[in-house]
Every structure is written in structure tokens, then in C-alpha cells.
């Protein structure tokens, strides 16, 4: 029986059929989806911390009424994605919990500090951008709910990755020596972890074989990473920044950028827990929720009241 469901599931996803979350799936299908899920729903959250720094010191009423509304939308995107991950049999406190309990990770780009206010235009053009060359094949992921949660997610996406670009860009064009030598600098700072969102090289990432197989992912980590820098070197030139790397070139014959040797040393230390935030945006999620305890208390004794009322 088990023999003949998978094979049924097999020839589904060979034909790009969607999964929906009643339908028969292997253990480690479900397996990889709520990892997989659960770390880009945390993604989300955490990654609501390093502009959250910014929203009281933004330079204008306009950027600041942007940039809430960009940590807002984050704040979403992660319930949208608890909310698919939940399709899979997994409660919200186990998620929390894994992530909490430093369990589960999420995208190493959230352990960087923001120092400067260039660095929420850095944010939204580069990481924003990172996030939706990487995003937008999720929405042909074969899990159903998530590629849904997806498509809504990347068009907010690419509001977040233009208002960076427009920020830069006002920077850059109307901005003193110093505003933009600051925009450069953050520049120099965020390039490399950006790079590394898309993870291990190939032959390095063990999820990707069966990942690929699935169809939960469409394009491999170093395919993806490949787009990015074929797309930004452009978009830097025209901002009139320089990406810091020295063997980034053009190479006519793979119709594409060479590119310097990334520290993956650096990487595996940022996603073991060793990066230069990564403890401080643990403890404010562990903060957050501890001091959100009495809310969830009442919620729930509100919640249990509600059958008593209607019987009265
Ligand atoms: N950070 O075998 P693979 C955003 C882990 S965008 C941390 O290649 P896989 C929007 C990986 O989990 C950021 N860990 O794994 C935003 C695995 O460990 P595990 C979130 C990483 O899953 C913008 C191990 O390394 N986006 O939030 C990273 O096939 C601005 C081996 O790697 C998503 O999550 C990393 N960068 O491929 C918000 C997208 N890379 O789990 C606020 C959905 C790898 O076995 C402000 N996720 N690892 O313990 C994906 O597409 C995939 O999960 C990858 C990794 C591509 C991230």
C-alpha cells in the first residue's frame, strides 16, 4: 500500500502537479517542508529586528512611514508562513520552541548589525533582492500552500527591494560626500552576506538532491547566486557603487560574472550560532515572547469564556 502511494506521489510530482496538505505524502517530504518552512517563517521575524533599530532614528516622516510598513509586511510574511507550515501538522509552539531553543536556524543575514541608515537601503536592494531571486521559483514549489503563501510574499518583496534601491539612489544623486561614502560602506558590509543567503555551494548542500527531486526547489543554491550577482553588478553600476570584489568580471563565454572566492568559513561560523548578532536576536525573540506571556494568557481565557456566554 505505502509502495503503491508513493509511486502515485512520485508520478504527481513528475507531472508538476501541486500537494495539498490533505494528500498522502512521504514522512520525509513532510519533514523537509516544515524545516524548510519554519526556518523561512522565522527568517521573517528575526529579520524584523535589524530595521526595527531604525524605524525612531529614520531621516524623514516618508522614510519612516516606508520603512514601518516594510517591517509590518515582514511580520506577515511570517504568519503567512507559520500558517502553511501548521498545514503540515506542526503547532506554532513547537516552531516557536525549535527556534527559541536555538533548534531551528534562520537566514544567517539576520546575525549583521545596521549601523548606519544607509544600511536600510543596503537591506532592501540587496538582501530584499537576494530574497526574491530566490523566492520567486517558490511559488512553483509543489507544496501548494506554501507556493500560495509565496506569490503574495514576493509582491510585497519587490516594493521592499525597490524602496532600498530608491533610497540608495536618492543617496547617491542628491547626498553630500559623507552620505554617500556611507552608502558605499554599507555596500562593503552587506555584499558578501548576501551572497551567502543562498547557501553551501552545491556540492556542499546536502537537502538539495531531494529538494530539486521534489520540486520544492526549482533552481539549485549556486544557480540562484549566479542570477543575483548577474543582476545587481548593473543596478551598481547605475547607482554608481562599487561591489567589493576585486575578480568580479564579465566572462563572455558563460555569458555571465566571474566572482572571487566567498568565506565560507565565515558562514558556517554565522549559521552555527557564532555571528556577530546571533545572540542578541535570539534574546529579543525570547524576550518578546516571555513578555508576551499574559497576552496569550488572556487571549486563551477570553477565548474559553466565548461557549459560556452562549449558553447563558
Ligand atoms: N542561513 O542543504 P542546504 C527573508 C542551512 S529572506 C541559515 O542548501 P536547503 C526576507 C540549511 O537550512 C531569508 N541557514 O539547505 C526578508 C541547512 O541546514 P538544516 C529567508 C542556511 O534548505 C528580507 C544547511 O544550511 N529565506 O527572510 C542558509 O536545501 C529582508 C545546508 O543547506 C528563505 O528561507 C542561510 N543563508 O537550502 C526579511 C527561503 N543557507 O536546515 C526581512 C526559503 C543554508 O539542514 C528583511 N529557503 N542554510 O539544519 C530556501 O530556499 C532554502 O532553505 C535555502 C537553503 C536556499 C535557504
Not at 535589524?50 to 506577515?76: S, Y
Not at 526547489?217 to 543596478?235: P, W
Not at 555569458?255 to 529579543?284: K, M, T, Y
Amino acid at each position: 500500500e505505502e509502495m503503491r502511494l508513493e509511486e502515485r506521489f512520485d508520478a504527481h510530482i513528475d507531472a508538476g502537479d501541486f500537494i495539498e496538505a490533505k494528500d498522502w505524502m512521504p514522512e520525509h517530504y513532510r519533514k523537509t517542508l516544515v524545516r524548510q518552512i519554519s526556518q523561512h517563517a522565522h527568517s521573517e521575524i528575526v529579520g524584523m529586528l535589524p530595521e526595527g533599530n531604525w524605524i525612531g532614528r529614520a531621516p524623514t516622516l516618508k522614510r519612516k512611514a516606508i520603512l514601518l510598513a516594510k517591517v509590518q509586511d515582514e511580520g506577515g510574511h511570517g504568519l503567512y508562513l507559520y500558517a502553511a507550515a501548521e498545514t503540515l501538522g506542526t503547532s506554532r509552539d513547537q516552531m516557536f520552541d525549535a527556534l527559541h531553543s536555538g533548534r531551528a536556524k534562520y537566514s544567517s543575514i539576520f546575525n549583521y548589525p545596521t549601523l548606519t541608515w544607509a544600511d536600510m537601503g543596503t537591506i532592501g536592494w540587496l538582501v530584499d533582492g537576494a530574497a526574491i531571486m530566490n523566492q520567486v521559483p517558490i511559488c512553483r514549489c509543489s507544496y501548494a500552500p506554501y507556493a500560495r503563501a509565496m506569490i503574495r510574499i514576493c509582491r510585497e518583496e519587490s516594493f521592499h527591494q525597490r524602496q532600498g534601491y530608491e533610497a540608495l539612489l536618492t543617496m547617491m544623486t542628491h547626498g553630500t560626500a559623507a552620505q554617500k561614502a556611507m552608502v558605499q560602506d554599507a555596500v562593503n558590509r552587506w555584499w558578501w552576506p548576501s551572497v551567502m543567503m543562498f547557501g553551501p555551494p552545491d556540492d556542499q548542500s546536502p537537502n538539495s538532491a531531494q529538494s530539486m527531486r521534489w520540486g520544492i526547489k526549482r533552481f539549485s543554491n549556486d544557480e540562484l547566486r549566479q542570477k543575483f550577482i548577474d543582476a545587481t553588478v548593473e543596478q551598481a553600476r547605475i547607482l554608481g557603487v562599487t561591489l567589493p570584489d576585486p575578480d568580479l568580471k564579465w566572462n563572455e563565454e558563460r555569458q555571465a560574472h566571474d566572482f572571487g572566492a566567498i568565506d565560507w568559513s565565515e558562514f558556517w561560523r554565522v549559521i552555527g550560532g557564532d555571528g556577530p548578532c546571533n545572540r542578541e536576536r535570539l534574546q529579543a525573540r525570547v524576550d518578546a515572547w516571555e513578555e508576551g506571556a499574559w497576552v496569550r494568557e488572556a487571549a486563551t481565557a477570553h477565548a474559553n469564556k466565548q461557549p459560556m456566554k452562549e449558553a447563558a
